[in-house]
């Protein structure tokens, strides 16, 4: 039951350039929507999130947005940095503990 | 560095075999959580506590695995009888109540 999907895999983006990262749920009961970055043999780390009851969410270069009615939310990165390339995960939350992962996509900023 | 510690990082056994894992949270988080990821995939959610209690288990957590958190502090999960399917990084999480989770960088299980 793949309740949040992350439909590519893989996403290249020249520096200096945008990255989008999609993501669509299917659950409209989640709450609470974070992206999550991470390096090889590292743990996720915590990117940034963004509550249901926003649309927007900025901090620096980087923005989620929220489109409830599609279900989908999008991380946007810019300008994109070599040092970003990494896989990014969407994740959302249901009854403030119950937390589902996108299966990911792999960055790569070309420099 | 504060952050979530896992022990071991790596994890070779035999099928058939048991094997434990611990973690050690961020001190001042009162909830801890271990996942599972299997190449290809996000982390899948296996079971939560608040401070010593498990409060929730998922439906992936056979009855092979067991997770204890007896002080509210580290946690150990315990795989018996080790099958290959087991073969994953298991994570370990940390946060307090409506924050973010900080994971620990993992234990990577391969099951020969």
């Known amino acids: 039951d793949q309740q949040v999907k992350q439909n590519s895999p893989s996403l290249s983006v020249q520096e200096g350039r945008i990255s989008i990262l999609n993501c669509d749920y299917t659950?409209?009961?989640?709450?609470?929507f974070l992206w999550y970055k991470k390096y090889p043999a590292e743990g996720p780390t915590f990117l940034i999130s963004i509550s249901s009851i926003k649309d927007k969410n900025e901090d620096g270069r980087f923005t989620v947005f929220l489109n409830k009615s599609a279900k989908h939310l999008s991380l946007h990165i810019v300008p994109s940095q070599p040092g970003d390339s990494a896989v990014y995960f969407c994740a959302a939350i249901l009854n403030n503990n119950d937390m589902r992962f996108g299966a990911g996509t792999r960055l790569t900023v070309k420099p | 560095d504060t952050g979530v510690s896992q022990d071991p990082r790596h994890k070779i056994t035999k099928r058939g075999q048991n094997v434990t894992f611990r973690c050690d949270p961020i001190s001042e988080h009162n909830r801890l959580y271990w996942y599972r990821q299997t190449l290809g995939q996000g982390p899948e959610f296996l079971t939560y506590?608040?401070?010593?209690?498990?409060?929730?288990k998922s439906r992936l957590l056979s009855d092979r695995f067991s997770a204890e958190r007896p002080k509210g502090s580290f946690s150990t999960l315990e795989i018996q009888r080790t099958e290959q399917g087991d073969s994953a990084m298991y994570l370990c999480?940390?946060?307090?109540?409506?924050?973010?989770?900080?994971f620990g960088n993992g234990t990577r299980l391969t099951v020969t």
């Open positions: 999480a940390s946060s307090l109540a409506n924050s973010p989770l900080h």
């Open positions: 659950n409209s009961m989640f709450d609470y």
């Open positions: 506590f608040q401070n010593e209690a498990q409060l929730e």
